[in-house]
């Protein structure tokens, strides 16, 4: 039998760092030394008052069906948090709790899209936004982000993407790949042109806390905004839970209905003890959050200047997120070449910039979200592919 599947399904992308990491781990069967720079996850393991937390609670009889949305009391706790950190005012009510933040996305480009319809997303940006707008059958618009500009978006320029089909605008600051944070400045224009044209802005926040120099600013403090955004976050990257899947939004208050009816035809609750496990993440201390953000500070300026040092290698210095986003043009390969070279014969996996959108060619996302010793050794490996590229 000869399975005959939708035609949206091939309209459907992926995430290359879960590829790049399985043909390392292959790599690594053979007996092969390999860094890992590809997956987007803390190498610290969850703080321990939170496992302690979610083994408690499994312990305790947490194992049943929660209400869709999510535990009242994490949504409090999100909304507590969200407040003080974002400097707006949201309603536990307008929470809904996830496993992971994904479906946050999926569910809002699925409740609001549809054919004829345009949003706008970054490039390079995370491969999901662009996968779910053409699943959604809506049409994506990319906005560049050049390294010339920090690897921000030019006011203007995503002016002039606007149409009267624009739905939908997305933003995510610190970006991932490149680490770029949205100035103040420009987030209060992009504002004035989300009001402007009554375009709703999902705001992809999940590395708020990965910042190194200032403070985060959120889209949804400016008059207006909150009412016409949605927060996303998670407590993947900033407490080292990627394997928990725990991520939430919060949203307008005419959203929250069909949001919650897509969670309840999709994944029914989130897990009730991981749910658990979140709030003691949120009122708990804060110290390995602390931690995890000075140690990322130092490991960013060693891949940075490590990276400045290799002829035909540059990088701008990221302000955000844990990644670096390396210019490789001197090297005379594209973007895949170079990534495939540097895993297959020096034990180095990266990801493509082309994996992120066109703008990416021409670039390298290296996570470093692991210790000095193994940067330092990838820093070395780096060189030595390029002195063989330009020998």
């Known amino acids: 039998m000869s399975v005959r599947f939708a035609q949206r399904m091939d309209r459907l992308g992926t995430e290359t760092a879960f590829d790049v990491m399985v043909r390392a781990r292959a790599l690594e069967a053979q007996g092969r030394d390999v860094i890992h720079l590809e997956v987007g996850e803390p190498d610290f393991d969850t703080p321990r008052n939170i496992i302690d937390a979610g083994a408690d609670a499994l312990n305790s009889g947490w194992t ?47 409740a609001l899209l549809e054919a ?56 995510n600051s610190p970006a991932n790949p490149s680490g770029g944070v949205i100035p103040g400045p420009d987030l209060e224009r992009i504002a004035g042109l989300a009001i402007e044209h009554d ?6 926040e999940i590395y708020a806390e990965l910042i190194y120099e200032g403070e985060h600013v959120s889209i949804a403090s400016f008059p207006g905004m909150a009412e016409r955004t949605v927060i996303l976050d998670g407590f993947s990257k900033t407490y080292a839970m990627t394997g928990w899947r725990l991520g939430y939004g919060l949203f307008p208050p005419d959203m929250v209905g069909p949001i919650a009816k897509l969670m309840i035809n999709s994944a029914s609750c989130t897990s009730v003890a991981v749910q658990r496990a979140g709030i003691e993440a949120l009122t708990g201390p804060q110290d390995e959050v602390d931690r995890f953000r000075a ?15 290799i ?29 495939d070279l540097l895993l297959e014969e020096h034990g180095v996996a990266a990801i493509a910039g082309t994996s992120f959108g066109a703008a990416g060619e021409g670039y390298l996302r290296l996570s470093y979200a692991n210790s000095e010793a193994n940067l330092t050794r990838a820093l070395d490996r780096i060189a030595t592919s390029v002195r063989s590229i330009r020998s």
């Open 64 to 110: 049943h069906y929660g209400p869709a949305p999510g535990d009242a009391e994490l949504r409090a706790a999100i909304a507590t948090y969200i407040n003080g950190s974002r400097k707006v005012s949201y309603a536990p009510e307008q929470v809904i709790v996830t496993p992971g933040g994904k479906p946050v996305m999926f569910f809002v480009l699925l």
């Open 116 to 171: 004829g319809d345009e949003a706008i997303y970054p490039d390079p940006g995370f491969p999901i936004y662009r996968s779910m707008i053409d699943f959604s059958g809506a049409t994506a618009v990319p906005i560049p982000l050049r390294e010339e500009s920090g690897f921000t978006l030019d006011v203007d320029e995503l002016a002039s993407l606007i149409t009267a089909r624009t739905k939908l605008l997305i933003l």
């Open 199 to 204: 375009l709703v802005v999902l705001a992809d």
């Open 295 to 309: 140690a990322f500070h130092i490991r960013r300026d060693l891949i940075v200047d490590g990276l400045n040092e």
């Open 311 to 339: 002829e035909g290698l540059s990088c701008v210095r990221p302000k955000g997120a844990f990644y670096a986003f390396p210019n490789i043009t001197g090297t005379g390969l594209s973007s895949k070449e170079f990534a």
